[in-house]
């Protein structure tokens, strides 16, 4: 029989009347889709809000809900936008994550980062030795590589190092002290130093953490600048160091 035929006695319903609840229940439908309440409360999925850092998302049914916008804080910093057209496209920046902090530990020609500076007044250009204290509102060290790595579109908040020279006078002796770097990197860690080293009985103002940028005025590859320090009875050391 057909679906508009009476069952049980019951009259038809008109056309008007299933158009109607059909309506309703497509109302319906698309109410739970904003539903902010708990499955356990309304019945029905919960959509889950995405986080301030999170952009744009698709909630239920594939709705894109929008956060609101990340508050920046620059502290001194500068910000610094760079895009790419391809997830292989280089952004020319070699990162590394040291104390807890991400570093710019050294460009690399032809990337994103050099056509950047190029157009770029000085005082805000992405230079080696820069920390990244945030991308797209992401501050934690290693999301913020996580999202250098997969984003087409990056926002950084950059906080330029301030350096001081420290004279080191070595008399022959060792420093005593453990220096790491990168592979590809400009820049020295100071890892530990001896209680009973040069440093520590002279009283020079160094600490584990510290980052030596330059030695003797020179700049150059991690390995340059220790085999400098090597050779120097006195080397003066361009260093940072954390607030």
Not at 78 to 100: E, K
Not at 168 to 186: E, F, L, Q, S
């Given at each position: 029989?057909?679906?508009?035929?009476?069952?049980?006695?019951r009259?038809?319903?008109?056309?008007?009347?299933?158009?109607?609840?059909?309506?309703?229940?497509?109302?319906?439908?698309?109410?739970?889709?904003?539903?902010?309440?708990?499955?356990?409360?309304?019945?029905?999925?919960?959509?889950?809000?995405?986080?301030?850092?999170?952009?744009?998302?698709?909630?239920a049914?594939?709705?894109?809900?929008?956060?609101?916008?990340?508050?920046?804080?620059?502290?001194?910093?500068?910000?610094?936008?760079?895009?790419?057209d391809?997830?292989?496209?280089?952004?020319?920046?070699?990162?590394?994550?040291?104390?807890?902090?991400?570093?710019?530990?050294?460009?690399?020609?032809?990337?994103?980062?050099e056509?950047?500076n190029?157009g770029?007044?000085?005082?805000?250009?992405?230079?080696?030795?820069?920390c990244?204290?945030?991308?797209?509102?992401?501050?934690e060290?290693?999301?913020?590589?996580?999202?250098?790595?997969?984003?087409?579109?990056?926002?950084?908040?950059?906080?330029?190092?301030?350096?001081?020279?420290?004279?080191?006078?070595?008399g022959?002796?060792?420093?005593?002290?453990?220096?790491?770097?990168?592979?590809?990197?400009?820049?020295?860690?100071?890892?530990?130093?001896?209680?009973?080293?040069?440093?520590?009985?002279?009283?020079?103002?160094?600490?584990?953490?510290?980052?030596?940028?330059?030695?003797?005025g020179?700049e150059?590859?991690?390995?340059?600048?220790?085999?400098?320090?090597?050779?120097?009875?006195?080397?003066?050391?361009?260093?940072?160091?954390?607030?």
């Amino acid at each position: 029989s057909s679906l508009l035929s009476s069952r049980q006695g019951r009259p038809r319903p008109s056309r008007a009347t299933i158009w109607q609840a059909h309506c309703a229940q497509r109302r319906r439908r698309a109410a739970t889709m904003f539903c902010c309440c708990s499955a356990d409360q309304a019945g029905v999925p919960a959509i889950e809000l995405p986080n301030e850092s999170e952009g744009v998302a698709s909630g239920a049914g594939g709705v894109k809900i929008e956060s609101l916008p990340v508050m920046v804080d620059l502290d001194g910093g500068f910000m610094a936008t760079l895009t790419r057209d391809r997830g292989n496209d280089a952004w020319g920046m070699i990162v590394d994550i040291h104390s807890g902090r991400t570093y710019i530990t050294a460009l690399m020609p032809g990337g994103k980062a050099e056509a950047y500076n190029a157009g770029t007044a000085e005082d805000r250009r992405i230079c080696a030795n820069d920390c990244i204290a945030s991308v797209n509102g992401v501050s934690e060290a290693s999301a913020i590589s996580r999202t250098i790595a997969k984003e087409l579109a990056i926002t950084m908040v950059i906080k330029r190092p301030k350096t001081r020279d420290v004279t080191v006078p070595k008399g022959g002796r060792p420093m005593g002290m453990v220096i790491n770097h990168t592979a590809d990197g400009n820049v020295l860690f100071i890892k530990s130093i001896a209680e009973d080293s040069i440093v520590k009985s002279a009283g020079i103002d160094l600490k584990v953490g510290d980052r030596i940028f330059r030695v003797n005025g020179r700049e150059g590859k991690a390995p340059e600048l220790l085999d400098e320090i090597k050779t120097s009875d006195e080397p003066i050391l361009l260093v940072s160091r954390d607030a």
